[in-house]
């Protein structure tokens, strides 16, 4: 089911979809990073699980495919050389009937030229709509699966740390072409911070600390720092 968080209108350009998302998306796939520690990967598609390993399966969709020989990129569902179950693309048929609500191609049209960029960034809105544990690139030589999963593990880690938050966010605006102050707003709101807003500041407090971002007239970020108690 998509979350497209309560009381806000859904996004309609690739620029909001960036904003909305694409931070706790990072923020998501470092939890991701810190559980799996790049142990190999297996995935059973009768099963609709990946592993890492006996311990760890997780339940998966799959996305897509990202062809490194072509530069390509295709949807699970316009994919007839390796039929994925209907049951593993529910997701990816969700993002298609999105976009074909709101004129975005980019969950429209079946194959186009892509990058690796591009695919992260699909996944890192997939992770956002549908509120997924992380996404997962399974590289499987000439090109890349693309899945997103559900980890209790990975949703259980620890989330307040005030200098991931900082560092995360600086990764965000120098990568994408984002609205900072709605990018940052969105980000404190995913992680459960509640942020209080003046014409130029934000900040939010939690027991760890303070976040303070400061923002010009024009809207571009001047300041973000971390205050720990």
Known sequence: MMNHENLESPATTEQELAERYVAMAYDKQESMEEVLKGTAWNIDLAAGTISFGPERVFPVQVLGSFNKLANTWLWAWENTKSPIPEAMMQQARQLRAYGEQHGLQLFTVGRYDATVRDTLFLGSIALGMFGSSAYYLADYGNGMLLLTMESEEIDQ?????????????????????????PALLHYLAQKGYAAVETANNITAEVDAGTIVAAFSNQGSLTELRARTR
């Open 157 to 181: 880690l620890p989330k307040i740390d005030l200098d991931r938050i900082v560092r995360i966010f600086t990764q965000v605006t120098t990568s994408y072409e984002v609205r900072p102050r």
